[in-house]
């Protein structure tokens, strides 16, 4: 079956780099996207960015000069790496698939916390 | 950007009412939106695609309409279970991909 789950740690210092791992199985990452949204403690969604089935990539405009999202397909691992975090980075971040539009999984989350 | 405005942002209802949430969207996205559901502690979870499509293994108290910019989904005969925070999201105009602020929905 569909599975997405994130992974990393949950506990980064103010001004450094967060690296996290969305581990997929049951379905492809060439055939699907592979997106992040993340959600600040108690608020919405925000999408963060995606890598499409054909490895391109796109961000969302407010965290392009951070943001990285890559991929090993033979792994079925997508990878997050933000840099230059600040206390407001802080929550749940997750890592869900779409084919076309909706986003119909998504991982557990994981939840991230910039803090000194 | 599609900017997308989510009400109410909290709903209090009786166990058996229906209720409705409401999404419109800053231009004409032509039905490609989704809503999905956000149990406290969980991860959201797809209930309606493409604006009126239910999800597999949704209950079909839950329904979506709208065309345009405006957008509805309406839960009938609420059931304790329903307890969870709503969002819209708009896939038509991408990127980026943007969702509504939001609907708690709690039992009166």
């Known amino acids: 079956q569909v599975q997405l789950k994130e992974s990393g740690p949950g506990l980064v210092q103010p001004s450094q780099t967060l690296s996290l791992t969305c581990t997929v199985s049951?379905?492809?990452?060439?055939?699907?996207?592979v997106h992040w949204v993340r959600q600040p403690p108690g608020k919405g969604l925000e999408w963060m960015g995606v890598?499409?089935?054909?490895?391109?990539?796109d961000y969302n405009s407010a965290l392009k000069p951070r943001l990285s999202i890559s991929r090993d397909t033979s792994k079925s691992q997508v990878f997050l790496t933000m840099n230059s975090l600040q206390t407001e980075d802080t929550g749940i971040y997750y890592c869900?698939?779409?084919?076309?539009?909706?986003?119909?999984?998504w991982g557990q989350g994981v939840m991230v916390t910039v803090s000194s | 950007d599609i900017q997308m405005t989510q009400s109410p942002a909290s709903l209090s209802a009786s166990l058996g009412e229906t209720v409705t949430i409401e999404c419109r969207a800053s231009e004409d996205i032509y039905s490609n939106l989704a809503w999905y559901q956000q149990k406290p502690g969980n991860s959201p979870q797809l209930l309606i695609y493409d604006a009126n499509s239910l999800a597999d293994g949704v209950p079909s108290r839950f329904s979506g309409s709208g065309s345009g910019t405006q957008y509805s989904l309406k839960i009938n005969s609420l059931q304790s279970e329903d307890v969870a925070s709503y969002f819209c999201?708009?896939?038509?105009?991408?990127?980026?991909?943007?969702f509504g602020s939001g609907t708690k929905l709690e039992i009166k």
């Open positions: 049951g379905f492809s990452l060439t055939s699907y996207n």
């Open positions: 869900n698939r779409n084919w076309l539009g909706e986003f119909d999984y």
């Open positions: 999201q708009q896939y038509n105009n991408y990127p980026p991909f943007t």
């Open positions: 890598i499409w089935s054909g490895g391109n990539t």
